[in-house]
């Protein structure tokens, strides 16, 4: 049975009789999972239905609220405003970004440290 897709390509098995796990490498289950949406998109044409291949994968699903789609909303817009200042080596201005986009200035100036932080982390492991 897999348990969970490390990579693409590879798959955590585990063997229900011995409760042994391993690692597969399996390009060609890769390639059925790719195929297996095309092929139930064609079948619940063909049939005029929707087919569901896990009955409980809605019972699990979160809808998120109008206003965590705002606020997600507003992290890519700084985000994008904020990279491209990043990427050519300058420190952005995060407090008139953050009202730009209608941001919490704090929230915003937390966010752009954390990924400064990370960044320096990356240059300093590159080095």
Not at 30 to 48: S, Y
Request: without cysteine; charged residues 30%; hydrophobic residues 40%.
């Amino acid at each position: 049975m897999i348990i969970e897709q490390p990579a693409t390509d590879f798959f955590n098995m585990v063997d229900v009789f011995s409760s042994e796990q391993f690692l597969l490498y399996s390009p060609g289950i890769t390639n059925i999972r790719k195929k297996q949406t095309t092929m139930v998109k064609t079948a619940g044409d063909i049939l005029k239905k929707k087919i569901v291949l896990n009955e409980y994968e809605g019972k699990f699903t979160i809808t998120p609220s109008e206003e965590s789609k705002e606020d997600i909303s507003k992290l890519n817009a700084l985000m994008a405003l904020v990279m491209p200042e990043i990427n050519a080596g300058g420190k952005p201005d995060v407090e008139a970004l953050a009202q730009k986009v209608g941001m919490d200035i704090e929230t915003a100036r937390e966010l752009v440290q954390h990924l400064l932080e990370k960044f320096d982390d990356m240059n300093r492991e590159m080095e």
